[in-house]
């Protein structure tokens, strides 16, 4: 086979193509997917979203500005985890607030999410099995139903409807973010997994910011059913883009073994970093939990109107868009500094929030504060599990991981369910306060390298 070329004067030349020529033309680098993961759909994705193109000048100067430089898929992935997440936040304060007016008191709405909490701790151990047998693209669709079923359920005003909803709401987005977890680390390599982490958590911080407070204006002005609808809808597109683009694929390069949750749940304890992201994220995710949940519940009860305690609710979660700028003034620090300063300073502004709660404004402030604080560790994110996990083990491993949302529920609700039973609704913040003085310890084990 011959391939022609031109010489500097213009005249064609003939030259055989070679391996060693064709290697050549192959990108090369540790973040660079390999062969078997690019089709023309998603290469064209990828030339529009990486910001390596000349041809787009703005991606390029976010790539500069959010340091994604040379990472392919950064800000496809960023912006499908970012738009998920907006449709999974857009109900976050309608649900708490719709499940106080149902079931009537702080005590039982946290009853009901420990039940919740449960249950989506048992589907996330069965996911691996899940994934070993219907695949990820299945799973994908699985967890889009859950939520659209949901969707329609939440606006009855049944208690059991409200329950199953409940359920199905949060298996459906945590099958949907898991398999996106895994794509995402199938593409962007470790050693890039860090610089990425302050794009994610951006975009994910936008989600958050806007998606609390719109659905309660949603709820309020146009009627409860409406912000279900376009949660509903928001997740049926990002499903869709995620396959057509073929970025969630079948693919068994991660490893699906194990897929008996008791076989890779030794495994996963007996690897000491991975057991420590663990425990980190349980804190990290047990304060944004209970933030969610009695934060717009404190508010209501402050004599704060429905409105506006989604916008207190959106300002505490726009914290979370400062995570590269976090990042950069972090950097220097190294992570195990960064995130015992991020646990030490949310816990002691979680006591202040406590000892001023009888005050509605000083304590929204500094509710506010802690939040803040809480998303100097949101810089941070993942990385850690990402930099211990081994890239055979990274779907079981994954599945494993990210049950630290549930379990970070879980532990919470089943201690506030029964100290709501004799104190008030602000000795939830000082529990938690404790907790991330807990995580401070904790990340005095992180390595030094990392």
Not at 167 to 175: N, S
Request: aromatic share 12%; with cysteine; charged share 10%.
């Amino acid at each position: 086979m011959t391939c022609r070329s031109f010489t500097p004067h213009g005249s064609p030349t003939t030259r055989p193509v070679t391996t060693a020529w064709r290697r050549s033309l192959r990108p090369t680098g540790p973040d660079t997917p390999s062969a078997a993961t690019i089709d023309r759909p998603t290469a064209r994705l990828t030339r529009l979203t990486d910001g390596a193109n000349g041809r787009w000048p703005v991606l390029m100067t976010l790539a500069r500005i959010f340091n994604v430089e040379g990472i392919p898929y950064a800000f496809t992935f960023a912006i499908m985890q970012g738009l998920l997440i907006f449709a999974l936040a857009l109900p976050f304060t309608v649900i708490p607030l719709v499940t106080l007016d149902t079931v009537g008191d702080a005590q039982q709405v946290s009853l009901m999410f420990l039940v919740v909490s449960v249950f989506s701790l048992a589907a996330a151990l069965l996911l691996p099995k899940v994934f070993d047998l219907w695949g990820r693209v299945n799973v994908t669709l699985g967890g889009t139903v859950m939520v659209v079923v949901a969707a329609f359920l939440f606006p009855t005003g049944d208690v059991t409807a409200l329950y199953i909803a409940t359920v199905l709401y949060t298996v459906g987005f945590f099958a949907m973010e898991i398999t996106l977890n895994i794509a995402i680390m199938d593409n962007i390599a470790r050693q890039s997994f860090a610089r990425f982490e302050g794009l994610r958590m951006s975009c994910l911080g936008l989600g958050f910011t806007i998606g609390p407070w719109l659905g309660v204006v949603i709820w309020t002005e146009l009627g409860l059913i409406l912000p279900f609808v376009i949660m509903a809808l928001l997740t049926v597109w990002v499903c869709m883009v995620l396959l057509r683009r073929r970025l969630v694929v079948n693919r068994k390069v991660a490893g699906m073994g194990h897929a008996n949750p008791l076989r890779f749940i030794p495994r996963f304890l007996e690897q000491p970093r991975l057991l420590l992201a663990y425990v980190l994220s349980i804190f990290r995710s047990s304060w944004w939990n209970i933030f969610f949940i009695f934060g717009p519940i404190y508010c209501v009860e402050s004599g704060y109107s429905d409105e506006e305690a989604g916008m207190i609710v959106s300002l505490g979660a726009a914290a979370v868009v400062l995570a590269p700028l976090w990042g950069r003034m972090g950097g220097p620090l190294g992570m195990r500094r960064h995130l015992f300063l991020g646990y030490l300073a949310t816990a002691i502004t979680a006591f202040v929030m406590t000892a001023v709660s009888g005050v509605p404004l000083a304590g929204v402030i500094m509710l506010l504060v802690a939040c803040f604080c809480a998303s100097w560790l949101d810089a941070v994110g993942n990385a850690p599990f990402a930099r211990a996990v081994r890239p055979h083990e990274r779907a079981e491993m994954t599945s494993l991981y990210t049950t630290y949302r549930d379990v970070g529920r879980v532990v919470p609700q089943s201690i506030f369910t029964v100290i709501l039973l004799v104190l008030p609704l602000s000795s939830v913040f000082a529990v938690t306060g404790l907790g991330m003085l807990g995580g401070a310890w904790f990340s005095r084990h992180i390595p030094k390298r990392y």
